[in-house]
């Protein structure tokens, strides 16, 4: 690492009107270099005689350091952490070792800012005295205590390794980063990790444009569907979903394909397919393995409400599948579990061939192979279609924001245009992105 000279400098930024909370502080910096770095506090603040060296030390480890660098880091801030957004935000609880961790609310008393917008770490050496003002009416005094060289029995200057500090997200609930796929081993301790009533969605992530895959999540944090898996080929958008908590397979690298595969002839050309369907069908195989009741669906298909991927079905059948909706459900029982024994893959994969020279399109494959299978096998099945479970989009005109009982969730075909499942969406209450691919709100619930 390169010898590093901190110069402090005093900066003020002077507006001719009130720029608000938010605009005060984008507008405050421009940094004019990488190694640059801006403190920024309020005429009512009292810091540590400690911040400086803590500053440094922060710059020093998690910025400077390559080995500890991430680009989620925004920044620090030595306020005392209180604050949780949302009516239903979890308390902070944190162990004795947690001094320092990271939170997605920027903490802005006492705040130390990065070049790129990410994550903050949070610590406690600043307080604000609450002056009276704008926000508060009355002095309110300082909001904690000011911690100083004989009030703590740590080495402040001790800091961990950026992979070993827990992760928070607004609703102050822990975020499991780069939980990624890519073995036996690896799917059995995820799947068991996100399992929930012992039930498991796994969420095709294949020809799926970005935004219609973040509309998904983040209709799945407002209904707080937690218990999903993502399955998609290697990408930076696949990666950056592991970061950001969202448990992945990376099937282009499942490390058992060679072993799965066997003796299938395929091409060069449907080697990705191949793979896809594999570790689908692979996935699916260990769930029920599990004892976990599984769903396999598209990212075209929206569910309705938090309870859409229960079992609601009775006891009549253990495969329920939708050709058209692109949706699979199969209950764990000793009847599927006998159906989905060691050949069941192979057999699910060798079918590849055979349904691409019958045009049937890649994202319906894995549903008309398993049903191919169960009909040759003499098992019974029922068609989701058939129920009805699932609306389609392009059937519902104008405005609607209720929907029948029977209907579990929401599809449209891969082949309808983007603005038109973004306008339908939109109607229907059901899109929850903004224009940068962001959820369009925060919303908490009780872990």
């Known amino acids: 690492m390169p010898a590093i000279k901190f110069i402090s400098t005093e900066v003020g930024a002077l507006s001719d009107f009130n720029a608000g909370l938010q605009a005060q502080w984008l507008e405050a910096w421009w940094p004019t270099s990488d190694h640059e770095f801006a403190f920024v506090v309020e005429d009512d603040l009292e810091v540590s005689p400690l911040y400086y060296r803590f500053l440094k030390a922060v710059i020093l480890n998690y910025y400077y350091n ?25 308390k902070m609880h944190l162990d004795g070792e947690a001094r320092i961790f990271l939170y997605q609310l920027v903490g802005t008393w006492g705040q130390l800012l990065f070049q790129d917008p990410g994550k903050s770490s949070v610590f406690a050496l600043s307080i604000s005295h609450r002056d009276a003002g704008v926000n508060y009416g009355k002095t309110a005094g300082p909001d904690s205590y000011l911690l100083d060289e004989n009030s703590i029995d740590f080495n402040l200057l001790e800091l961990y390794p950026l992979n070993s500090l827990k992760w928070y997200d607004f609703c102050f609930r822990e975020v499991l980063t780069n939980r990624i796929v890519r073995s036996s081993n690896d799917l059995e301790s995820v799947l068991q990790s996100v399992q929930k009533n012992n039930f498991v969605v796994l969420v095709s992530l294949y020809r799926m444009p970005e935004k219609i895959v973040r509309n998904i999540l983040c209709h799945f944090e407002r209904l707080n569907i937690r218990n999903y898996i993502l399955i998609g080929p290697t990408s930076h958008f696949l990666l950056d979903l592991a970061r950001r ?38 996935a699916i195989k260990m769930s029920l393995e599990l004892g976990y009741n599984t769903w396999l669906l598209d990212s075209n298909t929206l569910p309705i ?29 000793s009847s599927s579990l006998k159906i989905c024994a060691d050949d069941f893959v192979y057999n699910v994969a060798s079918l590849v061939d055979t349904l691409i020279k019958e045009s049937v399109s890649h994202d319906s494959i894995i549903f008309y192979a398993i049903e191919k299978l169960l009909e040759k096998h003499n098992i019974k099945l029922s068609s989701v279609d058939d129920m009805q479970l699932a609306l389609d989009i392009s059937t519902v005109h104008g405005n609607k924001t209720s929907f029948e009982m029977k209907n579990k969730v929401i599809f449209w075909s891969s082949e309808t245009e983007l603005d038109i499942i973004q306008r339908q969406l939109v109607n229907l209450d059901l899109w929850a992105v903004d224009s940068d691919f962001s959820c369009t709100s925060v919303v908490c619930h009780q872990s």
């Open 66 to 90: 390559a080995s500890n660098f991430s680009p989620s880091i925004y920044g620090a801030s030595l306020q005392r952490p209180r604050f949780v957004p949302g009516k239903h935000g979890n």
């Open 245 to 282: 908590g969202n448990p992945v397979i990376d099937a282009s690298e499942f490390s058992e394909f060679t072993q799965l595969a066997k003796s299938i002839n395929f091409q060069d050309s449907t080697l990705e397919l191949i793979k896809e369907i594999l570790v689908k069908a692979y």
């Open 305 to 333: 409400s938090g309870d859409s991927f229960s079992d609601s079905f009775g006891h009549l059948n253990d495969f329920y599948i939708g050709k058209n909706t692109k949706l699979l459900f199969v209950r764990s029982s």
